[in-house]
């Protein structure tokens, strides 16, 4: 069965500090990769996105995410964190044509310190 | 206002106890989907529906059923509320585009306890 794993469960940094939160899926076909951000007592919002080409992509807040198809993986980076980035980060994958059913990883705490 | 709204954002019931949370939205969307989240396991899907006459079982839908009143509307209901589904369930919509793609768009979520 198709799964995203996410490798850190609880990540703290001081602010100004580098982020990267790993991702891994297991599918060896077509994938839709996503991060989702959910600050606190909000519900979760659309980070950034891969569907194909570029596989560096930007998205909002300075976030970007690499998709590298040999290692299965779609890690979220932010050269500067904030503390306005303390949130729960979510990558999830959805195959392509499978209806949106996006499968989603175990999330990420991120706790930024001022 | 919202896009997605979901009623109540916070409820309390007993073990054996009917409950239903209520989904809306104004998106114009005609898939909709209902989630819920666990601490350490992300969230996982208990029903889609794609349109008024089609729904369809998530990974998790024992214990729970749907009702799709209107392309609107889409309510979860738990006929008897057992305490290991407390969690924080999350209603989201797509438009056809976006299903294929995986983009959704999110309510904020309803807290569910059972004592």
């Known amino acids: 069965a198709q799964s995203v794993s996410q490798h850190n469960h609880h990540v703290i940094l001081s602010e100004a500090a580098s982020l990267e939160l790993g991702c891994n899926y297991s599918?060896?076909?077509?994938?839709?990769l996503f991060w989702y951000v959910q600050y606190p007592g909000q519900h979760l919002q659309l980070l950034l996105k891969?569907?194909?080409?570029?596989?560096l992509v930007k998205g909002i807040k300075g976030f970007e995410a690499e998709f590298i198809k040999s290692k299965f993986s779609f890690n979220l980076r932010k050269p500067s964190v904030q503390w306005s980035d303390t949130a729960e980060y979510f990558c999830a994958a959805v195959i392509y044509n499978q209806g949106g059913k996006l499968i989603f990883g175990q999330g990420t705490e991120l706790s930024v310190k001022p | 206002d919202a896009d997605v709204t979901q009623t109540p954002r916070n409820r309390i019931t007993k073990t054996g106890k009917r409950i239903m949370l209520e989904c809306s939205q104004t998106?114009?969307?005609?898939?909709m989907y209902w989630y819920r989240q666990d601490p350490g396991l992300g969230l996982r899907l208990i029903y889609y529906s794609f349109d008024v006459k089609d729904i369809n079982k998530g990974e998790i839908s024992d214990g729970y059923s749907v009702s799709r009143q209107a392309q609107a509307k889409f309510s979860l209901s738990l006929e008897s509320a057992i305490p290991n589904q407390t969690a924080l369930y999350f209603c989201a919509t797509s438009d056809r585009r976006g299903a294929n793609t995986g983009e959704l768009f999110f309510g904020e979520g309803s807290r569910l306890t059972v004592l």
């Open positions: 891969y569907f194909s080409g570029d596989p």
């Open positions: 998106k114009g969307h005609d898939r």
């Open positions: 599918y060896g076909g077509t994938v839709n």
